[in-house]
Antibody
């Protein structure tokens, strides 16, 4: 079964850092781009970042550029996002999703990140 | 990059058809056929229901259909059912990805 599982969310103070992980199973991991998409409480979806299957290409939304870094370890079927200089407006459920260029066809269950003092 | 424009809400009675619009620009919806649609029930992760403007993933009901004209994409739900009540989001490729603001579908 194709599956994505996020972890690493939690409560962090403004200006702090957090690293989220997305563990994949059930498909050829290195053949697929993986994205992070977030959803602030009561709000819509916002694409955050994506990484190609090889890890050579990365993309970021302007709202996180310079603060978030996406990476992947294909030997462990895992994608990471390192989030630094966190702000209150980064509070959201963070989903990892398979895909970027055409569609997001598999989604994880999400992990909640709360930025608050 | 601005979000794609969707109506905040659309409603219909069981059995009726409804259409949700998704308006972008010539830089996103108008330039790429990578428009996709997602259904999200409360507290759940989004689910892909349409990709590449009008293609349906395996297992998605054929009551869902997509189209595009110029800078506007549309999702039509025919034979509306109670289980269709959810939030719907469009998304387009534009060197990055953008989403619409979401449309709440209510089944009367």
């Amino acid at each position: 079964e194709v599956n994505l599982l996020e972890s690493g969310g939690g409560l962090v103070q403004p200006g702090g850092s957090l690293r989220l992980s997305c563990a994949a199973s059930g498909f050829r991991f290195n053949e697929h781009a993986i994205s992070w998409v977030r959803q602030a409480p009561g709000k819509g979806l916002e694409w955050v970042s994506a990484i190609s299957g090889s890890g050579d290409d990365t993309n970021y939304a302007d709202s996180v550029k310079g603060r978030f870094t996406i990476s992947r370890d294909n030997s462990k079927n895992t994608v990471f996002v390192q989030m630094n200089s966190l702000r209150a407006e980064d509070t959201a459920v963070y989903y990892c999703a398979r895909g970027f260029y055409t569609k997001f066809d598999v989604w994880g269950q999400g992990t909640l990140v709360t930025v608050s003092s | 990059q601005s979000a794609l424009a969707q109506p905040a809400s659309v409603s219909g009675s069981p059995g009726q058809s409804i259409t949700i619009s998704c308006t972008g620009t010539s830089s996103d919806v108008g330039s790429f056929n990578s428009v996709s649609w997602y259904q999200q029930h409360p507290g759940k992760a989004p689910k892909l229901i349409i990709y590449d403007v009008s293609s349906r993933p395996s297992g998605v009901s054929n009551r869902f259909s997509g189209s595009k004209s110029g800078n506007t994409a549309s999702l039509t739900i025919s034979g509306l059912q109670a289980e269709d009540e959810a939030d719907y989001y469009c998304s387009s490729y534009t060197t990055t990805r953008i989403f619409g603001g979401g449309t709440k579908v209510t089944v009367l």
